[in-house]
Nanobody, 127 residues
Framework: QLQLAESGGGLVQPGGSLRLSCAAP????????IGWFRQAPGKEREGVSC????????YYADSVKGRFTISRDNAKNTVYLQMNSLKPEDTAVYYC????????????????????WGQGTQVTVSS
């Protein structure tokens, strides 16, 4: 399984920006679609965004569309989530997860199983 590590979380004011990173040191991510999920206290886990292993196709939840951008640099084995215009309701622990696919342009539905997960990074949006 791919070992993933998130970074970039923190405290930001409403309207601010953060960029999260998901790295897989020592592993190649070339055939793994990567999803970003989040979970706020007392709420169910939510699929936020996903990117195909090629980087050509992406998915965004309605709640973040137009504000978040997912991208990847396979040469650096890293996936990014740029979060702009942050709102208090974006406060959560953010996790990245990986799912293998031989089809490099495939974006798996986020309700499907993602076998590999990172430890999460806290994002807090508050004034």
């Amino acid at each position: 399984q791919l070992q993933l590590a998130e970074s970039g979380g923190g405290l930001v004011q409403p309207g601010g920006s953060l960029r999260l990173s998901c790295a897989a040191p020592g592993f190649t991510m070339d055939y793994f679609a990567i999803g970003w999920f989040r979970q706020a206290p007392g709420k169910e886990r939510e699929g936020v965004s996903c990117i195909s292993s090629s980087g050509s196709n992406t998915y965004y939840a309605d709640s973040v569309k137009g504000r978040f951008t997912i991208s990847r640099d396979n040469a650096k084995n890293t996936v990014y989530l740029q979060m702009n215009s942050l709102k208090p309701e974006d406060t959560a622990v953010y996790y990245c997860a990986a799912r293998y696919s031989q089809y490099r342009d495939y974006v798996p539905p986020m309700r499907e199983s993602f076998p590999s997960w990172g430890q999460g990074t806290q994002v807090t949006v508050s004034s």
